[in-house]
């Protein structure tokens, strides 16, 4: 995979922060010159800073936080969001977590240099909603939810728990014949704050190296045999299973689930299989070098 640089585009001059010399990372100290025409405008650089200084100061958090050599060079920078995708599929990945050797992986650095990861195995299976005539598809209403950020929250070791973050997830629902930045768009309209939840549709999607082929839900559906061979999130075993996105339906009473071949929608009385992700703090450090058999620790 191409090796991805974070930048500012537009009317800044500055100093990359980044430099990949001899297969290493190294992270400098930075200064900026602007010359006196220089604007700055975040919504084009895609940053939460106002200002060419600020900006600086964020993208060289982000990249202190990223150390490993080859989690720079496994991600794809993200043509929607401030976002870096591990993509393919079977990148190195992989991240030992709850004393869990290689148990999860990771789905993306965020520009803000938390780390979303995703459980490789499913933790329960189990209805979204009641199973009554009340159920419906607001995760915060959801036993799921309730379960993951209580009891199960409380089952992860304390020297892992301590370096998740309670994050901002996107629940907002969507239509199926959305193209893929509308349906991001819509899964943004509605956050949900809380330290554990499930991936969203659109990451599932995201993570396949083939957007052109299968960037959409018809289209991964459409060319499911390709888009699977291309998508580590794909389950490595006949199973169905829960995203955290739910169906514009009339009733709201639907999800998105992920069969073991494409993506369908089904009643949140049905149960399904639950694979949790979470955010890890920025703070962190990681050693190893992601592979199945040296999976990233944190030091």
Not at 237 to 248: A, E, H, I, Q, S
Request: proline share 3%.
């Amino acid at each position: 995979m191409n090796r991805k640089k974070f930048y500012l585009r537009k009317n800044l001059f500055a100093f990359i922060i980044a430099v990949f010399l001899f297969g290493s990372i190294s992270v400098f100290a930075v200064t900026y010159f602007p010359s006196s025409s220089t604007t700055y405008d975040p919504s084009v650089s895609g940053l939460n800073s106002t200002n060419v200084q600020d900006a600086l100061d964020e993208l060289y958090n982000v990249c202190q936080t990223i150390t490993s050599e080859d989690l720079i060079d496994g991600l794809e920078k993200d043509p929607y969001e401030c976002r870096y995708f591990f993509t393919g599929a079977n990148p190195n990945n992989y991240i030992t977590f709850n004393e869990e050797k290689a148990g999860w992986r990771i789905i993306s650095v965020e520009c803000d240099g938390t780390i979303k990861i995703m459980r490789r195995e499913s933790i329960i299976t189990r209805t979204w909603g009641v199973d009554s005539v009340f159920a419906n598809s607001n995760w915060a209403d959801s036993p799921l939810q309730t379960y993951l950020n209580e009891t199960y929250y409380k089952q992860i070791v304390y020297s892992s728990r301590k370096y998740i973050e309670s994050s901002q997830f996107s629940i907002g629902a969507i239509q199926q014949n959305n193209n893929l930045q509308n349906q991001i768009t819509n899964e943004n309209k509605t956050k949900w704050n809380g330290y554990i939840a499930l991936p969203t549709l659109s990451e599932y999607i995201r993570v396949s190296d083939n957007n052109s082929l299968c960037g959409s839900i018809e289209l991964y559906n459409n060319n499911r045999e390709k888009c699977n061979q291309t998508n580590w999130m794909k389950p490595k075993k006949v199973d169905y299973w829960y995203t955290l996105t739910p169906d514009r339906d009339l009733n709201n009473t639907e999800v998105y689930m992920i069969h073991n071949e494409y993506i369908d929608t089904i009643s949140v009385r049905w149960a399904e299989s639950a694979y949790p992700v979470l955010y890890l703090s920025s703070d962190l450090k990681l050693s190893g070098t992601g592979t199945q058999s040296d999976p990233y620790t944190i030091k």
